[in-house]
């Protein structure tokens, strides 16, 4: 009776853990863990991969959705690719480097 009870707790165990990598799998992905770890390293992973989705963030919008964002909307009137991302960029470089410039020398 006891080995019987002990096993479902063990499967119970089991199911838990497989339940919380499945909902953290891409943070757990991101440190190379895969899904027989104990729960609290799971834990781990998903405060680490938060932390570093707040980096990326704070990058990305600085640097990637502002060119992203003039991507798209010279794309509906310039059907080039690479023309479209060098028109972007100068537009970016221009708001990031020109204006800041442009107002020290005032």
Known sequence: MDNELYSIHQENISRRQKTTYDANKE???????DDRVP?????????????????YWIFASLTIAPINLFVRGIRSFIKNSFVVFLIAILCYLIIVIGIPLIISLI
């Open 27 to 33: 943070a757990c992905n991101l440190y190379g863990i």
């Open 39 to 55: 729960l609290w390293q799971i834990k781990l992973m998903r405060f680490g991969a938060s932390i570093w989705f707040l980096i």
